[in-house]
């Protein structure tokens, strides 16, 4: 059979491509091409998934030759590519990942409630204050968790504003070397000559850190890391998973007449919209798994959209349901590089999506749904633009 290709765009922004539901009749496992004609495997299996992830004969190295590229553009700035946490093995990520864990405990997450609820309250005072129509990408998606991210780093509230728009750009793509360059020059100057004026947050946590002797560079290269990591996917949730709670009116009715159903709300989007499709790995070493041997230096891909919709795991995998156990999804991955930031993921999505629906009962699209633009198959998934209106 004809290999299939990676990446696809979806034709619903809240459905796995056609072609990599293609893909699961081949079985768990099989073959999809890449842009460049190279073979990789595809993994589209629940149990071989999570098996694969926490296999260290798997590797996250950008810099290995074999590792997978998917895309020109990512191609072209290859040597580049070798980011901290996200493209490290073990030992040196477990080293990296313990300096950052206190920062994102149960405990501290739970602290920083407050003011996700202050902030997603003002930046729906400025929608409400504007007036209907809206555009929400713009006015609520993005800027809600920059200013979180704001406040986990400790970044000065007087500089938020310099922050929020410089990672906006940045991560938006508009002018995005100019962007990171300014904010990297920034982070650089505040955890040296300005510690002084830094507030509490992980910054604080890493310069103060004990044993920590963390040289200012790689700090800094941890902080782009996080919020590159933690910005867009979280902006992309809010606005895909806003765009499909409209879509279904009459799961949105059973959470505004019960909103303890917000977790459990927040946990099946998760799963069904499945944002980060397709992370890649390299296997090191040869690797037995259902039937087939994956070769050292094979690139393998994880499509999360269906995995998450494996029907080995789930009935009516399809289905958006607020009353079934979602918790083994693989939305935030499964492993050693399982999400880091998934516990503040959660509060911001629910305490967002909560108040939106809230504070504005009569949402709804101000576009025909097949007219409101959403993200291209590379990306992480979400929409482009989200106009509403109330
Ligand atoms: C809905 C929002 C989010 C989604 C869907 C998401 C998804 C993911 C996924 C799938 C991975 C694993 C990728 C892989 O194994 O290759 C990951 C890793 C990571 N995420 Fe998230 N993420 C979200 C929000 C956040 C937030 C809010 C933060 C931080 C503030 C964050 C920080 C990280 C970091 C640092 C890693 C790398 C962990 C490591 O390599 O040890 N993420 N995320």
Not at 153 to 158: A, H, K, R, S
């Amino acid at each position: 059979m004809e290999p299939r290709t990676f990446p696809q765009d979806r034709t619903c922004p809240h459905q796995p491509p056609e072609g990599y539901r293609a893909v699961t009749e081949d079985g768990p496992i099989s073959r999809l091409k890449l842009w460049d004609g190279r073979e990789v495997w595809a993994i589209t299996g629940h149990a071989e998934a999570r098996r694969l992830l926490v296999d260290s004969r798997l590797s996250t190295d950008r810099r290995n030759p074999a590792f997978p590229v998917t895309s020109a553009a990512a191609a072209s700035i290859r040597n580049r590519l070798t980011p901290p946490l996200v493209g490290v093995d073990d030992p040196v990520h477990k080293v990296q990942r313990g300096m950052l864990i206190p920062s994102f405990t149960h405990r501290r997450i739970n602290s920083l409630r407050p003011h996700i609820q202050e902030i997603a309250e003002r930046v729906l005072d400025a929608v409400v204050e504007k007036g209907a129509p809206a555009e929400l990408v713009g006015a609520f998606a993005q800027p809600l968790p920059s200013m979180v991210m704001c406040h986990l780093l400790g970044v000065p509230y007087d500089d938020h504003d310099f922050f929020e728009e410089r990672t906006t750009r940045m991560l938006s793509g508009q002018n995005p070397a100019e962007s990171w360059g300014e904010l990297r020059a920034y982070m650089l100057d505040l955890v040296g000559e300005n510690q002084h004026r830094l507030g509490e947050g992980l910054f604080g946590d890493l310069v103060a850190a004990p044993d920590g002797k963390v040289d200012r560079g790689d700090l800094v290269d941890l902080a782009m890391v996080i919020l590159a990591a933690g910005h867009e996917t979280t902006a992309s949730m809010l606005s895909l998973g806003i765009f499909t709670l409209l879509r279904h009116p009459e799961r949105l009715a059973e959470v505004r007449a019960d909103p303890s159903l917000w977790p459990a709300v927040v946990e099946e989007l998760l799963r069904y919209l499945s944002i980060t499709d397709g992370f890649t790995r390299v296997a090191t070493a040869d690797i037995e798994i259902a039937d087939i041997t994956i070769r050292k230096d094979d690139g393998i891909i994880f499509l999360t959209s269906v995995i998450n919709r494996d029907e080995d795991v789930r009935e009516r995998p399809d289905s958006l349901d607020w009353h079934r156990a979602t918790q083994n999804h693989i939305a935030f991955g499964f492993g050693i590089h399982q999400c880091l930031g998934q516990n503040l993921a959660r509060v911001i999505l629910r305490i967002a999506l909560h108040s939106l629906f809230e504070r504005l009962p009569d949402l709804r699209l101000a576009a025909a749904p097949e007219d409101v633009p959403f993200k291209p198959g590379i990306a992480i998934q979400g929409m482009i633009e989200l106009p509403v209106t109330w």
